[in-house]
């Protein structure tokens, strides 16, 4: 529905941007905020570099593995060595880790207004920084949760206990045998809720949450809502970015605003009620909450970087 545009040029200086994004936080009738992985690698947790040298260098040195998200699809030899890779990925993202930066400014900037979190991150961050578990919807799972590997029921199960005495003991890139997770249901072994296929399951918990964010939209229809995208890529646009640009273009009084350091994009068709911001989220959310500095926005063209879409410099 959203048409091809290939260029635009911005005379707009950040500032402004600033100004008028806090002026729809201000008056808003309702925030969406639509978070993807470039909220988590702004608040420091990246999946390469330092960081996943620090962890898996042993994993780098005998597999070859790059960074952390590669590392999570590797096949494996044993389920001793996936569970001393996954034990070790989850412990850092989801258990040893304190509260991002972005997060807990975040929180400060919208929690007294009427807000629903939609997320496409596992890691946890927005409940760690004291958001609502009530208006609040992980989509694509939780890495604190495990299902079975072959789903024989719609059940999913806490795992910091086993994740954590896992870290403690495995040894050699591996854990104790006895110690690998199975299906307190059918026997199969355990994997990881995070949709990578259709074998993701969907509990009671995402089906509770799904609906009250459903609800949320319904309740606001029309009204003046601001859908807040914070650092969501062109990996999986259908679950935010596409639904924000389309409840946009069917509500006149909607604004939709796009903050990301590399693909901060919009179609022509919304550009009157759209506000991109081209910059790191940790600096943008700080400067909404602060005097901000005349900084000058950048005035080259850009180029598309998502099918139907603008990008801004």
């Known amino acids: 529905m959203f048409s091809r545009i290939l260029t635009i040029k911005s005379i707009e200086n950040y500032s402004e941007q600033i100004k008028k994004l806090k002026t729809e936080i201000e008056t808003a009738d309702a925030i969406i905020v639509g978070a993807g992985a470039g909220m988590s690698a702004s608040a ?11 962890y ?3 994993f780098h040195e005998k597999y070859g593995i790059r960074d952390i998200y590669s590392g999570g699809f590797y ?6 060595e996936y569970w001393a890779w996954w034990s070790r990925h989850i412990f850092i993202n989801r258990y040893d880790v304190s509260v991002g930066k972005p ?3 975040l929180l400060t900037l919208i929690k007294d207004t009427d807000y629903f979190v939609l997320t496409t991150n596992v890691d946890h961050q927005f409940q760690l920084a004291g958001f609502d578990k009530k208006r609040l919807f992980y989509m694509q799972g939780d890495y604190g949760l495990w299902q079975c590997s072959k789903p024989c029921c719609q059940q999913t199960w806490d795992n910091e206990e086993p994740v954590r005495r896992m870290v403690t003991v495995q040894k050699d890139m ?5 110690l690998i997770p199975y299906c307190p249901v059918c026997g199969r ?3 990881m809720n995070l949709r990578c296929d259709n074998t993701f399951v ?3 918990g995402w089906y509770a949450a799904a609906e009250r964010y459903e609800e949320f939209i319904r309740r606001h229809k029309g009204l003046h809502i601001l859908f807040f995208e914070l650092g969501v890529g062109a990996n999986t646009p259908g679950i935010i970015k596409y639904p924000f640009w389309t409840m946009t273009s069917e509500n006149k009084n909607a604004i939709y605003t796009c903050v990301n350091y590399s693909e901060a994009v919009y179609p022509t068709e919304i550009k009157k009620q759209s506000i991109c911001i081209r910059a790191d989220i940790a600096d943008v959310i700080r400067d909404l909450t602060v005097p901000v500095s005349n900084k000058p926005y950048r005035k080259a063209a850009c180029r598309l970087q998502i099918s139907g879409g603008r990008s801004c410099p």
């Open 103 to 105: 997060y807990a400014d």
């Open 44 to 54: 420091g947790m990246r999946y390469d570099g330092e960081r996943f040298e620090k």
């Open 56 to 58: 898996f260098s042993d």
């Open 174 to 178: 591996r854990v104790p045998t006895e």
């Open 189 to 191: 072994p355990m994997t």
């Open 75 to 80: 096949p494996y030899d044993t389920l001793e």
């Open 202 to 204: 969907q509990d009671k």
